[in-house]
């Protein structure tokens, strides 16, 4: 058993003072606060304002729906490459994570699906993959080879949905199409998550793929037309309808801060912080490949070495927390987003996203300066 003590729990949307947690077999057993922690064991015990500080702070896991790598290596490389590039993360206080494959040849895809749900029976804190691609918009392509994108024909759907023998979680794609509305009831109608983005949507056909069945809007005002008080687009249409996610990448190079604290505030609860890591995450600069191209990474910007695009980011979740939090946005709804509505967005809400008596015992540590000091997954410090 562990129990966590004196620390400010963030979690379900509140915060609570001189709070609690313990955790038996992965799982949390007990939440209080003060000192009743004393009747509930002694075999590891961890003082949090000892640990991080007298304004420590206890979080849920944080979860990661869209990343791509880091570590100086790329989820697309291998089984290897996954787990360097989660030992990073979960150093970040990412105790969860959805592999984001982008786009490659069908047989390239169909491979690192089937090689991420082996992933998934082996390795825990990996959730299963997102396929980003190929069935995106060449106009909004992105770090997207345009010589592999292709309209989701059902076979090539299906094809890649059966390869991931039921762990793809989500797949991205261009409702516009031909055959994009089917693809997305296909995909959904399978058990994953059909997302709108790389898209020329407009807001009327945002608006009738949710009613296919899309819930995530991927990583909202990239790779899209933007918000115009006429032309609300695929941003207006999702921030508007209760039923949809969006992703935001809180890098201050994808999205002003100002933009990240107006989306919180239109969407309260819908909000999910991805990191959109490459390879380059946690690593120096230089060059880098995503995918098939390469990408010249300077600071904390990565961009296509032909055409200057943005190439994903060098982000992890505990300099987003940070970077939201600094833009005004309240603590307990940074947490929210990095936790709950993540979890909720691919349908793991019943045991991710809070610190809550039988929930799996992942949880975050972190000083009241919101840098990470001790990372619990199922339970296990790493």
């Keep these: 058993m562990t129990v966590i003590h004196s620390a400010r729990l963030v979690s379900g949307g509140t915060e609570t003072a001189d709070a609690w947690v313990s955790f038996a077999d992965g799982r949390v057993s007990a939440v209080g606060t003060g000192g009743s922690w004393r009747n509930v064991g002694d075999e590891d015990v961890v003082d949090a304002a000892a ?4 304004d420590a702070v206890l979080t849920p896991g944080f979860i990661d729906i869209h990343g791509h790598g880091g570590a100086g290596v790329s989820y697309d490389d291998g089984p290897d490459a996954v787990r360097r590039a989660r030992t990073l993360h979960r150093a970040h ?9 982008v786009t490659a040849p069908l047989p390239d895809l169909e491979r690192r699906a089937a090689m991420v749900a082996d992933l998934v029976e082996s390795d825990p804190d990996i959730l299963g993959s997102h396929l980003e691609g190929p069935f995106l918009d060449a106009e909004h392509r992105g770090a997207h080879d345009p010589t592999l994108l292709q309209a989701p024909a059902a076979d090539a759907v299906r094809r890649l949905l059966d390869a991931g023998r039921g762990t793809v979680r989500q797949i991205t794609l261009a409702p516009e199409l031909p055959g994009g509305m089917a693809a997305i009831r296909m995909v959904a109608a399978a058990g994953a998550v059909p997302a709108i983005g790389h898209t020329s949507a407009d807001a009327a056909i945002t608006r009738a793929a949710v009613e296919a069945g899309a819930r995530i809007l991927t990583h909202a005002f990239n790779g899209m037309p933007g918000l115009g008080h006429r032309a609300p687009g695929p941003v207006g249409a999702a921030a508007s309808d209760p039923r949809v996610i969006l992703e935001v990448i809180a890098d201050g190079v994808h999205l002003d801060p100002a933009v990240v604290r107006i989306l919180f505030a239109a969407a309260p609860g819908r909000i999910a912080l991805i990191t959109d890591a490459m390879a380059a995450a946690g690593a120096p600069g230089g060059r880098y490949l995503l995918g098939s191209l390469a990408v010249d990474v300077a600071g904390d910007t990565a961009r296509l070495v ?16 940070r970077l939201v939090v600094d833009a005004g946005v309240p603590l307990v709804d940074a947490v929210r987003a990095l936790t709950e509505t993540p979890a909720r967005a691919v349908g793991r809400d ?4 809070r610190l809550e008596a039988g929930m799996s015992a992942d949880a975050v540590l972190l000083s009241g300066d919101l840098h990470v000091h001790r990372v619990w997954t199922a339970g296990s410090a790493d």
């Design 51 to 54: 640990l991080a500080g007298p």
């Design 306 to 321: 032909e055409g200057g695009s943005i190439a994903g980011s060098t982000l992890t979740h505990d300099r987003a927390l």
């Design 93 to 101: 206080g990412t105790t969860r994570a959805i592999v984001s494959l």
């Design 350 to 353: 019943a045991d991710l996203g």
